[in-house]
């Protein structure tokens, strides 16, 4: 079996925990994927006349499967990008607008609704003839963005059950977006609001921290409903040169508690422009460092709301 012929293919339930029928349609395009199933056994601690253990029963059963996607958009504005159903399986709300045609990304705390919100999904590993499949799933995803590099979007999948078979690779109907992704050049990078300031970087994380729990259930087959989002944590780090107190004050920024905004654009495309803002970034740590023998500063932020789910929005025009 050959690692470069793997796809991935993922679809959003229509109903939570019943795992879908995937097709070529649902597939796209994804590096380093992995899948690690979880089957913790149940130990007999019986005793007899010899030390030896007896069979263990095995009990709860669930999977991960993670991967990287470029960050990119569609090609054409007004269209969500493969990723799209990805996100919304991590906690975000999809806004499609017609004029100006654009598709925005926010964090929601909603379940449920019409069209759903917060969809569990099924996720599969096609493997050059074995197929390793997980649903009842929602997961975590994290942006890293290096300067003169393409961002990367790097997804965490946990699945309520798995299954492991043959199958062949999705062929019929398989049309991924091609779109070249922008890289992290001519960027606009902008910290704070007052008045925002242009820091020299050239690292940026953003992590949604998002706490994905399983749902215990006596009924279902492997133990767990599903897997919920049940909270998050979002933060961010970036390497900005050291500069002197009077042009910008890193260290009182921390000191005081001050929230400033973010924002960032990737790509000059229609249909291929990536806009990150971020309302409430509080700086909570900051390390020295240096880039290349110039002093830089390991900055750890938190992301907090301003009006409540909206600590961070990827807009695709």
Same mark, same amino acid.
């Given at each position: ?113 019409? /069209? ?6 099924? &996720?599969? #590993?096609? =493997?050059?003839? @074995? !197929?390793?499949?997980?649903?009842? *799933? ?57 008045? /925002? ?6 690292? &940026?994380? #953003?992590? =949604?921290?998002? @706490? !994905?729990?399983?749902?215990?259930? *006596? ?99």
């Amino acid at each position: 079996m050959f690692k470069s012929k793997t796809q991935l293919a993922a679809k959003i339930e229509i109903e939570e925990g019943a795992d879908e029928i995937l097709a070529g349609a649902d597939a796209l395009l994804v590096a380093n994927p992995s899948f690690k199933p979880n089957t913790p056994p149940n130990e007999r601690d019986n005793t007899s006349s010899t030390m030896s253990q007896v069979a263990a029963v095995m009990g709860l059963r669930s999977a991960t499967i993670e991967f990287d996607i470029e960050l990119k958009g569609s090609g054409t504005p007004g269209t969500p990008p493969e990723y799209g159903k990805l996100l919304q399986m991590c906690g975000f709300s999809e806004d499609i607008e017609a004029s100006p045609a654009s598709v925005t990304y926010l964090p929601t705390s909603t379940y449920g609704g019409s /069209p759903v919100s917060l969809p569990s999904g099924t &996720l599969a #590993l096609y =493997m050059d003839g @074995v !197929v390793k499949k997980i649903w009842g *799933a929602r997961g975590d995803v994290s942006l890293k963005l290096q300067t003169g590099k393409f961002g990367v979007l790097h997804f965490v999948f946990t699945g309520a059950d798995f299954s492991v078979g043959d199958a062949e690779l999705l062929s019929a109907g398989v049309s991924y977006q091609m779109t070249k992704p922008p890289v992290f050049m001519n960027a606009n990078f902008m910290i704070d609001d007052s008045p /925002p300031y242009p820091a020299i970087l050239s690292v &940026l994380d #953003l992590k =949604m921290g998002n @706490v !994905v729990t399983l749902r215990d259930s *006596a009924n279902a087959e492997s133990g767990y409903l599903s897997a919920i989002i049940t909270g998050r944590k979002p933060s961010m780090s970036f390497d900005p040169e050291m500069v002197i107190v009077q042009t910008y004050d890193f260290y009182g920024k921390l000191r005081s508690n001050h929230e400033g905004s973010l924002s960032t654009v990737l790509g000059a495309t229609s249909g291929n422009i990536i806009t990150i803002t971020a309302p409430k970034v509080q700086y909570v740590g900051i390390n020295p460092a240096d880039r290349g023998g110039i002093n830089t500063l390991g900055i750890d932020c938190r992301l907090n709301k301003d009006s409540g789910d909206d600590e961070l929005s990827i807009a695709l025009t």
